[in-house]
Every structure is written in C-alpha cells, then in structure tokens.
C-alpha cells in the first residue's frame, strides 16, 4: 500500500491507484489520453507522485510522436536492442551525445532530422553502410559485433528490404475503386502471393491470378477494403492483376518466390514455388479468415475451371480485354453466392 502525504488532508494517507482523463498541450497540439494517477483513499484528491507524472508525461510525449509521425521512446529501444547496442555505442555509430539518446528514450520528443536518422537504422544496409564510413568513435570489438549482427539481419529480411526498394519505385496511387480503396503495397502482395504459394501444391500462375482476384474482391465485399491494393484487368483466361508479370518478377526478385517453367500438354507456363517465407502476421485476422475461405472454397479448383468460373461473370463479360475492373463489381459476383467466412 502506498502512503504519501496528501495536501488537501495535510496528513500522511494511504493512496489507492485510478486511471483518470489527462489533457496536455504538447507544441501547440490539445492531448487527450487516459493514465493511471495515486488517489487519496480519504478525499479523493490526486496526490503528486514523480513516478506518476513521469509515466502520464511519457504517454503523453508518445502520443504527439505518432501523432506526428515521430517514433516512440519505446521504439527507439528497440531499435538500438535490434542491433545489441548499448545507448553509448548508438551514439559513438551516429556522432550525436550519449545525452541525446538518452533524452530520447526516457520521452524527451526528437527533432524531425534526428528522427529521420534513427528511422533509417532499421534498414540493416544504412547500418552497414555508416560502418564503411570513417569517424565514427566505435572500438573495433562494437564495429565488428554490429557488422556481424547487421549483415545476419539482412539476410534474413533480404526480401522485405528489396520488396521496399520495389515500392520507391512504383507510382503512388491515392485509394480508388480499382485498388479496392487502399494504396497498392508491393510487400502486402508479395506476401499475399507467399501465403498462396506455400499452401497450394503445383501453383500456376493463372490459378494464383484467380485466387488473389477472389480472396481481394471478397475482403472488399465484406469489409470495404481490399488487402493488397493491387488492380485487376479483365485478361481472356480470366481477371488478373495489372502487370502481374511485372509484379510477380518483383517478389522473385526479392527470393519470395521462384518462377519455374512448366509444360501443360502442348503448353508452357510458369509453376510458382515459395522460397522464402514473408511475416504473415501483416495481415489481421479479417484478412487471414479471408485468405483461408478462399483456400477451402477455391483451393481446389484448377486454374481452368477457376477462369470458367470467372467468365460467367458480368464484371469479365462486359469489359474489354485490358480494362480495369472496378472493385464495385465485388457484391454482384454470383461466385460469392452462399458464401461466408
């Protein structure tokens, strides 16, 4: 039980723990956020506490910074655990004080440079790239642990890193009817073609089209939104992402996937086998229970008989090969008829 003096009672009372409405003004900007307080079990009075003022200011701080964009106290410890620095080591890599980094982990807001920087570290290549440079203060023993610990965090995350190279490059498009009112994201994709690939033996190409067009339109029809962003456009053996081709290079590019040529009778075509898997944990569960009907529903099927399927469909009948298909078509597919999660 806590004990402190209490100013209204004037007396030492017993103090009880409550979770009360704070408001701060933090640079100009109103925040509202709720944070535990010490309570005085006879008047009710909260009661100053250092440990309580430090953590409401703490949230508080927090909460500006992803209000603005910034990264959290929290996250700038684990960026520096990310890579088993001590707080003087990430300071000796950057040129900046050990009073700066600090500041920033105890809740002190960084400037938006600094910010920028540190956000930049958790690309293992701009750590390995700082440590080729000369003047930084580290001992040779740090520079060697962190080239060690960056390089073995960059093959493991190679594919996600390249995937975002991939992004910088594509053109943003704001959410409209044709991403299913979210942005495309190359990761979302790759990772979409991964869950795919890693569950559906002897995957082609033209199946892994369908499968996406379903699981995308699907998750639009019940929720709004689809889950890669991605286009589709009405091709002859059935709707298919814009420049999936381009798309699918992409992710075999970055070790997701390989693209291996088949023979289908008296035609070629491309298996896709998964090599290294993604974090499915991007997805949330809506997502993952859609990705998972259309696996049991769908799985199945062959690619010929999906594109049967999707030929009876007004959304390929009536556009021209080429066309965009708007994610409106999602509630008018009669292959979604009965269906649920």
Known sequence: MMIR????????????EEVRRHTLVIKGKRIEFDAEVAVCQVCGEVVASPDYDDAALRKAYDLYRKQQGLLTSEEIVTLRKRY???????????GWGLVTIQRYEKGVIQDRAHDQVLRSLFDPRRVLALLGREG???????RECLRRKAQEIFEKERAQWTLA???REL???QPNVYNGRRRFDVLRFATAVSWFATRVENLVKTKLAKLLWLADFKHFRDFGVSITGVSYARLPHGPA????????????????IELEEAEFGEYIGDMIRPLTPLDETLFDEHETA???YILRRFGRHSAKR?????HQENAWLERANGELIPYDEAPKLRIFEGSSQ
């Open 136 to 142: 930084d203060d580290l001992t040779p023993g740090e």
């Open 306 to 310: 999906l594109s049967e399927l999707s």
């Open 165 to 167: 190279d991939v992004a």
């Open 241 to 256: 992402p814009d420049k999936f081709g381009l798309l699918l290079s992409h992710a075999a590019v970055a070790g997701v």
């Open 5 to 16: 003096y209490c100013v209204n009672c004037d007396d030492e009372r017993a103090l009880r």
């Open 84 to 94: 088993g620095l001590s707080q003087r080591a990430l300071a000796r890599l950057l």
């Open 290 to 292: 859609t990705f998972e």
């Open 171 to 173: 053109p943003d498009q």
